[in-house]
């Protein structure tokens, strides 16, 4: 089989497909023949050799949200069978014809839903959705502004904030076209968070009073701005950091009864397994009802990595990009 490694950090050129024997699933896993590979920018910081996660070992097999179909079943495995439609998040060795995964991770996909779009529900609609209801507490009414809203978990959490009622979803994003694309999506107020006056706007459409809650994953002076425009009582989650550089926070910037809150998916799918269950039902809900979307930017062949890469690097996407492994380069 194919599977996409790198032996040293720097540019996407450094991804190279080799063929490699297809692996066997251990007690508790399963064996998947891979459709399609949702590539986060998580493992294009990994590439770049930033720690994301804690680690960036070489060599590096990237990982992603992989949805296939199981084709062996490893010992002890009862909760699926061969054959099945499936999608979860695999830690490394992603990109490949065939991939190994935990049983106790998948996430059973309806008849017919396409797998470019089923690879936004491990990693970014179920970030998005917990970030929102989880960490953020969202309450019907309320303001939210999400930062970098049309990337892969951004454009998601604009229609679900939609879905659970927000009064006004504001969105931040870098271009016209990405912030032309969030509108499309039922976003109220779209800023350019290039502008140097991006926090005024923000404070101009909440009538001074900032957002109810603010997910901010991009780091930096965007940040640090966006604690100044959470509303007093307001709530920011922090979930990630795609600039790479990470501001501190002072203590009194936070007097006006304010609150961070960090989120991570794997103490949600560690610690909360009722509360992910529950929010894969309201998903499904949601995506079958039409309220949510997943927007596919580019499908790529397997050998297209390097090309995925530039994209997410670029910040070129507007929802996500994937790879299809059974797609002709």
């Given at each position: 089989m194919r599977i996409v490694r790198h032996y040293e950090h720097g540019a996407p050129s450094v991804l190279r497909v080799e063929e490699a024997e297809t692996p066997r699933p251990g007690p508790g896993q399963v064996l998947i023949r891979a459709e399609a590979i949702g590539v986060t920018f998580a493992e294009v910081q990994r590439r770049q050799g930033?720690?994301?996660?804690?680690?960036?070992?070489?060599?590096?097999?990237?990982?992603?949200?992989?949805?296939?179909?199981?084709?062996?079943?490893?010992?002890?495995?009862?909760?699926?069978?061969?054959?099945?439609?499936?999608?979860?998040?695999?830690d490394r060795?992603?990109?490949?014809?065939?991939?190994?995964?935990?049983?106790?991770w998948l996430i059973?996909?309806?008849?017919?839903?396409?797998a470019a779009e089923a690879t936004a529900l491990p990693s970014p609609a179920q970030t998005a959705y917990h970030a929102l209801k989880e960490a953020g507490r969202l309450e019907p009414g309320q303001t939210v502004l999400i930062d970098a809203a049309s990337g892969g978990v951004g454009h998601l959490a604009v229609q679900i904030a939609k879905a659970m009622g927000a009064g006004k979803v504001i969105a931040t994003a870098s271009?016209?076209?990405?912030?032309?694309?969030?509108?499309?999506?039922?976003?109220?107020?779209?800023?350019?968070?290039?502008?140097?006056d991006w926090a005024e706007q923000v404070l101009a459409a909440t009538d001074g009073r900032g957002a109810d809650l603010v997910l901010e994953t991009v780091g930096g002076?965007?940040?640090?701005?966006?604690?100044?425009?959470?509303a007093?009582?307001?709530?920011?989650?922090?979930?990630?950091?795609?600039?790479?550089?990470?501001?501190?926070?002072?203590?009194?910037?936070?007097a006006r009864m304010k609150n961070v809150a960090g989120?991570?998916?794997?103490?949600?799918?560690?610690?909360?397994?009722?509360?992910?269950?529950?929010?894969?039902?309201?998903?499904?809900?949601m995506i079958g009802s039409g309220q949510v979307r997943p927007i596919i930017h580019e499908r790529l062949a397997l050998e297209e990595a390097g090309k995925a890469h530039e994209l997410m690097e670029a910040r070129a996407q507007l929802g996500?990009?994937?790879?299809?492994?059974?797609?002709?380069?």
């Open positions: 930033i720690p994301i996660g804690g680690h960036a070992e070489l060599p590096g097999a990237p990982g992603g949200d992989v949805a296939g179909t199981v084709v062996e079943l490893g010992e002890g495995v009862t909760s699926v069978q061969v054959g099945d439609r499936v999608v979860t998040d695999v060795d992603a990109y490949a014809d065939h991939v190994v995964a935990d049983a106790a059973t996909l309806p008849e017919g839903m396409d271009t016209a076209a990405k912030l032309d694309f969030v509108r499309g999506l039922g976003a109220d107020v779209t800023i350019n968070y290039t502008d140097e002076d965007i940040l640090t701005k966006s604690v100044q425009v959470t007093q009582f307001g709530t920011l989650v922090f979930y990630g950091s795609a600039s790479g550089d990470l501001e501190p926070i002072h203590p009194l910037a936070l989120f991570s998916l794997y103490a949600m799918l560690y610690n909360k397994p009722e509360a992910i269950a529950s929010g894969l039902r309201e998903l499904f809900e996500k990009v994937v790879l299809m492994p059974n797609t002709a380069s």
